[in-house]
T-cell receptor, first 109, second 116 residues
Framework: AQRVTQPEKLLSVFKGAPVELKCNYSYSGSPELFWYVQYSRQRLQLLLRHISRESIKGFTADLNKGETSFHLKKPFAQEEDSAMYYCALSGPGANNLFFGTGTRLTVIP | EPEVTQTPSHQVTQMGQEVILRCVPISNHLYFYWYRQILGQKVEFLVSFYNNEISEKSEIFDDQFSVERPDGSNFTLKIRSTKLEDSAMYFC??????????????FGPGTRLTVT
């Protein structure tokens, strides 16, 4: 069965500090992994997907198949990064997204 | 940039009533989705729709739910006889795998459904 685990419901860091939001997954094949973000009063929007290996707003995420993790990292947090972050996966033959419970990141000025 | 729109933003209904939630996906997208998020819980997949038929659905999407694309722009979710536990935020999403090369989904702002 598929599962996405985000162990931290809440995470607070100071501005300028590094931030890492953890995501572990369980899937019996090779899923596609995503990070979605929801800023206050805005819609869910895609931040990163593992297949494109891109850096968006300074965030990166590396898929570690051995540890079944897809942690989101940023070296220097900014106040505007405060938001709800969701890790999600999609199976290779499926179109739907399976979400984790989310982590609310607060960047303290 | 084109966006997915949803109406209404908030719907209040009495238990047992039918509700229709409306979505206008991005115009050149071919895949449409409904998700829901009960307060304090995670976003859950309900159903996906492609080529005028359901392509996938979750266990949540039982006989009380139906989806329709009544014209070339709207995508609706109908709940026939609402229950208290249907109270949630309902998100519509759309995607176009041909251009994105991946399952990038664009979400609407959501409709908050309150069943009393």
């Amino acid at each position: 069965a598929q599962r996405v685990t985000q162990p931290e419901k809440l995470l607070s860091v100071f501005k300028g500090a590094p931030v890492e939001l953890k995501c572990n997954y369980s899937y019996s094949g090779s899923p596609e992994l995503f990070w979605y973000v929801q800023y206050s009063r805005q819609r869910l929007q895609l931040l990163l997907r593992h297949i494109s290996r891109e850096s968006i707003k300074g965030f990166t995420a590396d898929l570690n198949k051995g540890e079944t993790s897809f942690h989101l990292k940023k070296p220097f947090a900014q106040e505007e990064d405060s938001a709800m972050y969701y890790c999600a996966l999609s199976g290779p033959g499926a179109n739907n997204l399976f979400f984790g419970t989310g982590t609310r990141l607060t960047v303290i000025p | 940039e084109p966006e997915v729109t949803q109406t209404p933003s908030h719907q209040v209904t009495q238990m047992g009533q039918e509700v229709i939630l409306r979505c206008v996906p991005i115009s050149n997208h071919l895949y449409f989705y409904w998700y829901r998020q009960i307060l304090g819980q995670k976003v859950e997949f309900l159903v996906s729709f492609y080529n005028n038929e359901i392509s996938e659905k979750s266990e949540i999407f039982d006989d009380q739910f139906s989806v329709e694309r009544p014209d070339g722009s709207n995508f609706t979710l109908k709940i026939r006889s609402t229950k208290l536990e249907d109270s949630a935020m309902y998100f519509c999403a759309s995607s176009d795998h041909r251009t994105s090369g991946s399952k990038k989904q664009y979400f609407g702002p959501g409709t908050r459904l309150t069943v009393t």
